[in-house]
T-cell receptor, first 116, second 109 residues
Framework: EAQVTQNPRYLITVTGKKLTVTCSQN?????MSWYRQDPGLGLRQIYY???????DKGDVPEGYKVSRKEKRNFPLILESPSPNQTSLYFC???????????????FGPGTRLTVL | TQLLEQSPQFLSIQEGENLTVYCNSS?????LQWYRQEPGEGPVLLVT?????EVKKLKRLTFQFGDARKDSSLHITAAQPGDTGLYLC?????????FGPGTRLSVLP
């Protein structure tokens, strides 16, 4: 089944304890992206990747890191989490995205992160 | 400050009514997408509009992209309880996507 998977689905942690949220897609998509969703603000893009070893900042990259060493995986790293990073996180992938148009973005099920 | 505004924020209607949801911005986008999100799940793409003035229909849903590619609307005809959900618009600026805050629609039987 074609899908985007995220792990863990729920995570409660404490301030400053490094964590990684994994994202994997089995559709051979080139484009992958991370978003956070907060009430009243919608989804905000954190980082995106056009292909292996190509990553770029979205609108809210502070406090986050990403890597794209393999096409299927795009982990989100929080080196020193803080309470303002408590949020619902979504990973997404798309076959292609160009300057003029975009193919369908498929979203994972979400990871609910609480930082105490 | 939201780059993309959506109105209304909340909408509760009776089954069979028509409704329109708006997505507005002062920025130009290369394309605009509409998604629907159910509780506990990720957004699911409904449509992508690319050309200014473009109109797309998906059964009872009609999507329109403004001539200047800054705004869009979603019209639902004869709403059904299954249409209940959070409707999100997203504008593409190249490879960067900006989402609106969403319209939460509730269709009562």
């Amino acid at each position: 089944e074609a899908q985007v998977t995220q792990n863990p689905r729920y995570l409660i942690t404490v301030t400053g304890k490094k964590l990684t949220v994994t994202c994997s897609q089995n559709m051979n998509h080139e484009y992958m992206s991370w978003y956070r969703q907060d009430p009243g603000l919608g989804l905000r893009q954190i980082y995106y990747s056009m292909n292996v070893e190509v990553t770029d900042k979205g609108d809210v990259p502070e406090g986050y890191k990403v890597s794209r060493k393999e096409k299927r995986n795009f982990p989100l790293i929080l080196e020193s989490p803080s309470p303002n990073q408590t949020s619902l996180y979504f990973c997404a992938s798309s076959l292609w995205v160009t300057e003029e148009n975009t193919d369908t973005q498929y979203f994972g099920p979400g990871t609910r992160l609480t930082v105490l | 400050t939201q780059l993309l505004e959506q109105s209304p924020q909340f909408l509760s209607i009776q089954e069979g009514e028509n409704l329109t949801v708006y997505c507005n911005s002062s920025s130009v986008f290369s394309s605009l997408q509409w998604y629907r999100q159910e509780p506990g799940e990720g957004p699911v793409l409904l449509v992508t509009v690319v050309t200014g003035g473009e109109v797309k229909k998906l059964k009872r849903l009609t999507f329109q992209f403004g001539d200047a590619r800054k705004d869009s609307s979603l019209h639902i005809t004869a709403a059904q309880p299954g249409d209940t959900g959070l409707y999100l618009c997203a504008g593409a600026r190249g490879q960067n996507f900006v989402f609106g805050p969403g319209t939460r629609l509730s269709v009562l039987p």
